[in-house]
């Protein structure tokens, strides 16, 4: 098939995945092993499970259409989406349909009923980035509806532009590790600094370099404190002071400790006049004048921020003092603003550094991105990587992402979003490519409920999914391991050769040859591929990568040169960056892109869209559901999903590595022996998590480094319900989205709200479950039937 390479396969070429560049061990066709890249001295063991997923049981071996659908045709029998037989289909057959299908909706409802934003972080390959691919696609038949913003971060997407002027800029990047280490003497860590996730980046890590630049750090005397609920978000060879504090409450901390600050005079009144807009009001608020827009209140003092954090009043006073007394970066971890009212974290983080006046010096400051992902904070010259380009989008159609419930549910319903009153469109085909909703979307069985209103999915994945196995119409995609590209990420220093290693397996075909195919049924193959192979895009990606370098003053070697050796290594730069330097030198000439050019503390534009979730200034307001709040009676423990530390998201949970880690086939939660000894529980226990959203099974292990009343569920598992495709079916397998409340941070951000969950805990007393994730679906051989048209065989 088009762009696919030829030839034998003989192992030992260099790969790259999110979590590490590698090169391949091929025996008879078949990836027997991988061995990390040469340059990477702490690589990540999620590189074992590769193989395994490659050839895993769970591989899609060909086309497949949900029976109910082929029979009835669109929408047929979609109340059984995820629990019906699948028929197997050709090639041509699965393309036909799918074009049909396209066809079909956009002329009857327009391209906006098409979906296809499909979130996922997909490959680490920058020319077979799956929805970049399908977007490029969709682009050239008309359009879509997409999404912005993302799981990971969404909330602070939208609050950042109106505060400092921007948000990637600031999520992604902060002043880098090599002046932290020269400068910081003090991290105070709000969420800690898992070392976890320091494994992974979009776009592949071949050098893992975040651990070593935190060993400097504290060899350079620094000291760390760790605000989180659990000691283990801290390494132990930080020595981090420990400030176990319940979680959704770190914005009451951060008032608390302004607080200090601002009655012991321990503030720089100096910046915040030159550099800062809206202090005064904000400060009203902080000392309960009565002045304050909000009517004032208490004072957000100590022993205010005490009884709602579980912190002593005398602890956060010291802290505040300790920040003023020492270059000071703060660090809070995107987690905190995956929260209810997730947009406040973030901006009570700013404002806080802003008083402590260190913004813009060398070790000082804020950042949100450290911890957060791996290399983040790496010293990288300032050059573009590699990207595939989309195109324009002719359908000025999109939601938050993290709203998809709600669009499917809720069409045409109006709703506000960072200013705007906007209306959810009317979905008749959802398109995924290189994501899994059932792993990022919180609350699965009302997903599930809405997954059920579009005529008609369409999914490409290589493995049987939780979202392959909720589809009509699958497509076996490739691998990685299985076609040629390059990988690349904004915070690492090379740029890698991801070398075809294997035959594709079974089927599978590439996104983009699939995507070729159905652009030449619609008349725009030309359009979609610009006669370009995979190969021909692999090149150009990287000389435009090579040409926009050079302009920046690095030269990188030919393409020939680059796919012979395996990588290319970018210089490192020459002195390390500090953010927001030039605007702190001269504020009037480095404006920040805000209304006033400053950092906002108190935002007019904010206070003028009238949020009550949301107003014009950081405030504490109280979650939906946490450990101070009513529904503590009936559910009290406060369940964490965090990210895995075995796995990317839900990538390579087939794998060994991450399958080794499970305790009776379940994921793990972890959970204070406090609280498991009154529960009757003990160390290896599979138990039943509930709420009134859902249930599920886990194995328990204990950590007495856990805050009592919380559990921690890493995100991930494969959702593996015991009745498939039915809504509150106990979920044997441990996916924390069952129980998840699926609410916007608020009208400004919605982003998604994850870690604002009660659950309540109990031994599980029945026969367990088999385990059925990595079991592909029930298979139906097709009919005989002579028609050979998709068009004929489909019902209107």
């Known amino acids: 098939m088009a762009g696919e390479m030829k030839g034998d396969y003989t192992g030992d070429n260099t790969h790259s995945a999110h979590w590490g560049a590698f090169r391949t061990r091929v025996e008879n066709g078949r990836l027997t092993g991988v061995t990390p890249f040469e340059k990477d001295l702490d690589a990540s063991p999620i590189l074992d499970s590769i193989p395994d997923a490659v050839h895993s049981e769970a591989r899609i071996e060909q086309p497949m259409v949900r029976k109910g659908w082929l029979e009835h045709g669109p929408g047929g029998n979609r109340e059984a989406r995820g629990g019906e037989p699948f028929v197997p289909v050709s090639w041509e057959r699965a393309l036909g349909l799918v074009a049909d299908e396209l066809e079909r909706v956009r002329s009857a409802h327009g391209n906006a009923a098409i979906y296809g934003g499909s979130y996922g972080w997909a490959s680490a390959g920058r020319f077979h980035h799956a929805p970049t691919q399908l977007q490029r696609f969709l682009n050239t038949i008309g359009g879509f509806t997409d999404d912005i913003h993302n799981y990971s971060v969404a909330a602070g997407l939208a609050i950042l532009p109106h505060v400092v002027g921007g948000s990637r800029e600031f999520i992604n990047k902060s002043s880098s590790w090599d002046g932290l280490v020269r400068h910081t003497r003090l991290m105070v860590l709000f969420g800690g600094l898992p070392m976890r996730n320091l494994q992974v980046a979009p776009g592949g890590i071949a050098q893992h370099t975040s651990s070593s630049y935190l060993k400097k750090l504290k060899q350079a005397g620094a000291a760390f404190v760790n605000i989180s609920p659990a000691r283990a978000d801290a390494a132990d060879f930080l020595e981090a002071e420990w400030l176990p504090i319940r979680p959704n409450t770190d914005t009451a901390l951060m008032l608390a400790l302004a607080h200090t600050l601002a009655t012991e005079g321990l503030h720089d009144t100096a910046f915040l006049a030159r550099c800062c807009e809206g202090y005064a009001l904000f400060e009203d608020y902080l000392l309960g004048h009565g002045k304050a827009r909000d009517g004032g209140g208490h004072p957000k003092d100590a022993e205010w921020a005490a009884a709602i954090t579980g912190i002593a009043a005398g602890s956060i006073r010291a802290l505040a003092r300790r920040m003023a007394a020492e270059r000071t970066l703060i660090n809070t971890n995107y987690a905190l603003q995956r929260g209810d009212h997730g947009e406040q974290p973030f901006w009570m983080t700013v404002v806080l550094a802003a008083m402590l006046g260190q913004i813009g010096l060398p070790g000082g400051g804020f950042a949100f991105a450290l911890g957060s992902m791996g290399n983040r904070g790496a010293p990288r010259q300032g050059i573009p990587s590699p990207a595939l380009p989309t195109g324009a989008n002719p359908v000025d159609s999109w939601i938050p992402v993290a709203r998809i419930a709600d669009m499917l549910l809720h069409p045409g319903e109006t709703y506000a979003f960072n200013g705007e009153q906007r209306v959810y469109p009317d979905i008749h085909l959802v398109y995924w490519c290189g994501g899994n909703p059932f792993h990022a979307h919180q609350d699965i069985n009302q997903l599930i409920r809405a997954w059920k209103r579009p005529e008609t999915v369409i999914v490409h994945d290589p493995w049987w999914t939780a979202t392959a196995r909720h589809a009509d119409i699958v497509l076996p995609a490739t691998t990685t391991l299985e076609r040629n590209d390059l990988g690349a990420c904004s915070d690492d220093r090379f740029i890698m050769a991801m070398k075809q290693a294997i035959p594709p397996v079974g089927g599978a075909r590439n996104d983009h040859d699939i995507f070729a195919d159905l652009a030449e049924i619609f008349g725009k193959r030309q359009a979609f591929s610009e006669g370009r192979g995979e190969l021909d895009w692999v090149r150009m990606l990287y000389d435009d990568t090579r040409q926009k370098s050079a302009t920046r003053g690095v030269e990188l070697p030919t393409f020939e040169t680059f796919w012979e050796r395996g990588y290319v290594e970018i210089p490192p730069p020459d002195a390390p960056f500090v953010a927001l330097e030039a605007f702190r030198g001269d504020p009037g000439r480095h404006r920040l892109d805000t209304p006033s050019g400053k950092i906002e503390i108190f935002s007019e534009t904010i206070a003028g ?93 204990l950590d007495e480094g856990l805050l009592p009343q919380v559990v921690v569920l890493p995100t991930g598992a494969w959702y593996d319900p015991a009745d498939p495709g039915r809504e509150n079916s106990l979920e044997k397998h441990g996916n924390p989205n069952v129980l998840t409340l699926d609410k916007g941070t608020s009208k400004l951000g919605q982003g998604p709200i994850a870690q604002t969950t009660l659950v309540e805990m109990e031994k599980y007393e029945g026969e367990l479950p088999e385990i059925t994730a990595f079991v592909p679906p029930p298979k139906e051989n097709p009919q005989e039937n002579p028609k050979e048209s998709p068009k004929e065989e489909k019902s209107p």
């Open 609 to 701: 869209f009238g949020y009550e979730d949301c107003p014009g200034h950081p405030v504490w307001l109280e979650p939906a559901e946490w450990l101070g709040g009513e529904g503590v009676q009936h559910y009290p423990l406060h369940l964490l999903s965090c990210q895995p530390a075995t796995r990317l998201h839900s990538q390579m949970d087939p794998g060994r590595y991450s399958r080794d880690s499970k305790i009776q086939g379940r994921e793990p939660i972890r959970m204070n022996p406090g609280d498991a000894n009154a529960r009757g529980i003990v160390d290896g226990d599979v138990v039943r998590v509930f709420n009134g959203r859902g249930a599920l099974l886990a194995g328990v292990t």
